[in-house]
C-alpha cells in the first residue's frame, strides 16, 4: 500500500506519455510525472520517491525531498493565507495547508511556524497544525537519562528554552545549560539531563556528569588546532568569553583542560593553552 507523505521505493513498471508508473509489492501504483524522470532508467529499475497528492488530489510521485513528511515537526514559512486557511512552502510544488482551526494563532504570509504535518482522516490530505502541542505525548516516556536525543527548538520561556525531544516529547532546556545561540527550528543533537516523576525532560546540549569531558576535551583540542596550537584561555579567563569562543560553561571547560592536562596533551601558561609538540 503507498502510504501519502512517506518515502517509497518503487519498480519503475512502464514509460507512458505522462511520465513514468511506478508499483510496489501490491496492486497500487502511482505516477512519476515526465519533470521528475530521471535522466536514464530502465524497466523493472528501483527509484525512491515521494507519494502525496496533487493539485487533483490525485497521488502522485516526486524525487523531490520535501522539508516535512507524515508525522513530523517542521519550521516552515508562509507563502499564502487565504479566507480557508494558510499554505506553507514545503519544498514541493503544491503548498502545505494549515486550516484556520489549526493555527496556535493567525499565520502571516513570509512569517515563519513550527508545524506538525498529519494526515486528515476525513479528507485524506496532508495537512499542518501549529498547535504543536496537541502532537506530543509525555505520558509514556520512551528516553533515559544520559542518553542522547534529537531535539527540535521551540520557543524561549522564562525558565529557558522549549524543544521536542525525538519528535514525540517536550522537554526543556534551563538557561543555565545555553552556552550558545538557539532559535525556533533549529536541529540539534542533544542529552537527556532527567527525567521528572511528572513526565517532564530536562534537556542539555552537553553530555551530564563526568560524561561531558571526552567531547569537551575534543573540542578544546580542535579549537587549539585551528587556532595554531595556542588558545587564549584559562581558569582564570571570563565565563562568557569561554561560551563565546567554546560554546561550554566554565565548569566543563575546567573539567577538559584538566583531563587534557593530566593526558599530557596540553600545557597551561599564563597566557593560554598550548598544545604540546607531541599531542
Not at 90 to 96: A, V
Request: charged share 30%.
Amino acid at each position: 500500500m503507498l502510504n501519502i507523505g512517506q518515502y517509497h521505493t518503487l519498480i519503475i513498471d512502464r514509460d507512458t506519455e505522462p511520465g513514468l508508473f511506478l508499483t510496489g509489492s501490491g496492486d497500487d501504483e502511482v505516477l512519476l510525472p515526465n519533470k521528475y524522470k530521471p535522466e536514464s532508467f530502465n524497466i523493472g529499475d528501483e527509484i525512491d520517491v515521494f507519494v502525496y497528492l496533487d493539485h487533483s488530489e490525485r497521488p502522485v510521485a516526486t524525487t523531490l525531498r520535501p522539508y516535512v513528511k507524515l508525522d513530523e515537526f517542521a519550521y516552515l514559512k508562509c507563502v499564502e493565507v487565504s479566507d480557508i486557511g494558510a499554505f506553507l512552502d514545503w519544498g514541493l510544488e503544491k503548498h502545505l495547508f494549515v486550516p484556520y482551526r489549526e493555527m496556535a494563532s493567525k499565520m502571516r504570509k513570509d512569517s515563519w511556524y513550527l508545524v506538525f504535518c498529519y494526515l486528515d482522516e476525513d479528507t485524506d490530505r496532508l495537512v499542518a497544525s501549529s498547535k504543536t502541542n496537541a502532537f506530543m505525548d509525555n505520558s509514556e516516556i520512551t528516553v533515559e537519562p544520559y542518553e542522547e536525543v534529537d531535539i527540535i527548538v521551540v520557543n524561549p520561556t522564562d525558565l529557558g528554552v522549549n524543544v521536542i525531544v525525538n519528535e514525540l516529547h517536550q522537554g526543556l532546556i534551563y538557561k543555565d545549560d545555553i552556552f550558545q545561540d538557539l532559535n525556533p527550528g533549529d536541529r540539534l543533537k542533544a542529552w537527556i539531563k532527567k527525567t521528572r516523576p511528572d513526565g517532564k525532560l530536562d534537556v542539555t546540549l552537553q553530555r551530564p556528569g563526568y560524561r561531558s569531558i571526552e567531547p569537551n576535551a575534543q573540542s578544546i583540542l580542535n579549537e587549539i588546532s585551528l587556532k595554531g596550537g595556542h588558545l587564549k584561555l584559562t581558569d582564570k579567563s571570563d565565563p562568557t568569553e569561554i561560551q563565546r569562543v567554546l560554546q561550554m560553561s566554565k565548569k566543563s571547560f575546567k573539567k577538559a583542560i584538566g583531563t587534557l592536562y593530566k593526558q599530557r596533551m596540553i600545557e597551561i601558561k599564563d597566557d593560554g593553552i598550548y598544545l604540546k609538540e607531541d599531542s
